[in-house]
């Protein structure tokens, strides 16, 4: 077996996600955290509010179980790939937020306590308040939509996947429940941890 990622498959997943990672680099080199989240919060339409609530479930953290209890029943290796995936990924950032960067506060509470400059919020949404970096959502979303990708082998699968997790992780930025350092580097984590899992995997097969 090959080990590596040169299948074509992986392709729109792996150019659309380079070129995020450019842009988004770009973005936060040019600009503060705050005025990061200040530009992408201008963009906040009444019609698009129940779309990025429901979107975001995509990275709670019951979402990889549910999906290993399903891949089970379809392949034990899909099931191991998205589990460690998610588990390894969730793991890392759990242990960022909460021992490394257990002081960083969310968009919210920032803004409403140290900031002379007001956010837009959806009415009656649940804010949390700390444990902003990196985002857990985010990592999780990119760990199961990347692991689906490299498991499937399908350039559709590659297109519709990658534009699902990124969506997902910019839902949080939508309802401002991280900043966009957040979610970019909570991709970085999901993406390379699914990664890593699936090389492992596949040498060990070998």
């Not at 040019?30 to 530009?39: C, D, K, M, N, Y």
């Not at 969310?106 to 949404?125: C, D, T, Y």
């Amino acid at each position: 077996m090959n080990l590596s990622l040169k299948n074509k498959a992986y392709y729109p997943f792996y150019l659309i996600y380079l070129l995020f990672l450019i842009l988004g680099g770009v973005f936060l080199l040019s600009v503060t955290r705050e005025e990061s989240h200040l530009i992408l919060n201008q963009f906040f339409f009444p019609p698009f509010h129940c779309f990025f609530q429901n979107i975001t479930h995509a990275g709670d953290g019951l979402a990889p179980v549910l999906i290993v209890a399903v891949a089970l029943f379809i392949s034990y290796k899909s099931a191991l790939q998205i589990g460690f995936a998610s588990m390894f990924a969730g793991g890392s950032t759990q242990l960022l937020k909460n021992l490394v960067f257990d002081d960083v506060d969310r968009p919210s509470w920032f803004f409403k306590h140290f900031s002379e400059n007001s956010i837009q919020l959806i009415e009656g949404l649940h804010m949390n308040i700390h444990n902003s970096f990196p985002s857990g959502h985010t990592t999780s979303a990119f760990a199961v939509c990347v692991s689906i990708i490299l498991l499937a082998k399908k350039k559709h699968y590659s297109l519709i996947f990658g534009l699902l997790a990124l969506v997902a992780g910019y839902s949080r930025v939508y309802l401002s429940q991280h900043f966009f350092v957040d979610i970019y580097f909570g991709s970085l984590i999901g993406t390379i941890w699914a990664t890593g899992i699936f090389l492992l995997l596949q040498k060990i097969e070998k």
